[in-house]
């Protein structure tokens, strides 16, 4: 039986961001820093469950919209901006400045997620 193409995705995103964050975790031990600080879990958590859900939404709609899942693509990046801003900013900017580990804590898994995101729907787009 073949695997459904969003099952697989969704699979192999998740063991990815698991050992990246077993990897962020590990280093920031090893550095003696807190490791579940600035919002790390939730973090990894956000990125993950839109990524997932976009790569659903664009592969719903690859037949129908076949021309313009590019530009649906970038809007979905504006999403995960606004997503940004509303849940982690506040508290990543409440000592007036957005700290070094803070931006790892979110950029880590967002570039994760992009870059399996990307590469994922431009196989999809090339089978079409």
């Known amino acids: 039986m073949l695997k459904h193409p969003i099952n697989s995705f969704s699979s192999r995103l998740i063991l990815v961001i698991l050992f990246v964050l077993g990897v962020h975790l590990f280093l920031l031990k090893n550095a003696a820093l807190p490791l579940f600080a600035d919002k790390i ?22 037949e ?48 994760i997620c992009l870059i399996f995101e990307t590469f994922f729907l431009s196989k999809w787009l090339n089978e079409m």
């Open 41 to 62: 879990l939730e973090a990894y958590s956000v990125n993950t469950i839109l990524t997932i859900a976009i790569v659903f939404f664009l592969y719903r709609l690859r």
């Open 64 to 111: 129908k919209y076949r021309n313009q899942i590019g530009f649906l693509f970038l809007g979905s990046s504006f999403i995960k901006f606004a997503v940004f801003f509303i849940v982690f900013y506040g508290a990543y900017k409440a000592n007036g400045s957005i700290e070094t580990l803070e931006f790892l804590a979110f950029f880590t898994p967002y570039s």
